[in-house]
């Protein structure tokens, strides 16, 4: 991810997504720092209801959907061959 702001241009890595005393938790970095963002499930009610999601966003979500389970299921697949041929 990639946040611009008059503060300046960061790059944002998640290397977990976690739970805290009831709160989502992503865990990362932005731009070399470490850094944690917490979201209440108020906080989250809240973004989505202000979402406006076009077709195009449902489209990409979808696609993307498709693809992460299409290439799980080719590695399980490719594994599954793999121990057939030992």
């Known amino acids: ?3 611009k702001s008059r ?3 960061f790059n944002m890595t ?3 997504v976690g739970t805290e005393n009831g709160e989502l938790v992503l865990s990362g970095k932005m731009g070399v720092w470490q850094a944690k963002t ?10 989505l ?6 077709a195009g966003v449902l489209d990409f979500l979808a696609l993307f959907g498709f693809r992460y389970l299409r290439r799980l ?9 793999s121990e057939v041929s030992k």
């Open 7 to 9: 503060a300046g241009n």
């Open 14 to 16: 998640i290397d977990e």
């Open 38 to 47: 917490y979201l209440s499930a108020q906080e989250l009610q809240e973004m």
């Open 49 to 54: 209801k202000t979402l406006k999601i076009e």
């Open 73 to 81: 299921l080719d590695g399980q697949v490719a594994a599954e061959r």
């Open 1 to 3: 991810m990639r946040i």
